[in-house]
């Protein structure tokens, strides 16, 4: 599966964005996905993730209430949208996606297979 990221750019602290991922392929809707970024110097760290499913959400403590994760599989899109946010959202954005039965908890890198090339978020003060 290839996946595309868009959405991202420059707003102010307390403005949103909407971050989408566009998935090639008939196999989206069994793939589990998840949105990770990396901000300059620093690795690349898990944001959220949802369930093939649609039934499990995961989110990292820092955006959980501000960040939401949802998935169009009509449409095999993955969407990021970010409420209220901060100067310390700023990085790029990448999404991933999982193999149907993959194993790990699924707020890991490591048990993501495919990624997409990255969009950058930048929030000003």
């Known amino acids: 599966v290839q996946l595309q990221a868009s959405g991202g750019g420059l707003v102010q602290a307390g403005g949103s964005l909407r971050l989408s991922c566009a998935a090639s392929?008939?196999?989206?809707?069994?793939?589990?996905m998840g949105w990770f970024r990396q901000a300059p110097g620093k690795e690349r760290e898990f944001v959220g993730a949802l369930s093939w499913s649609g039934g499990s959400t995961a989110y990292t403590e820092s955006v959980k209430g501000r960040f939401t994760i949802s998935r169009d599989n009509a449409k095999n899109t993955l969407y990021l949208q970010m409420n209220s946010l901060k100067p310390e959202d700023t990085a790029v954005y990448y999404c991933?996606?999982?193999?149907?039965?993959?194993?790990?908890?699924?707020?890991?890198?490591?048990?993501?297979?495919?990624w997409g090339q990255g969009t950058l978020v930048t929030v000003s003060s």
């Open positions: 392929g008939r196999t989206f809707s069994s793939y589990d």
């Open positions: 991933a996606a999982r193999k149907p039965y993959g194993l790990g908890p699924i707020t890991a890198r490591s048990v993501y297979d495919y």
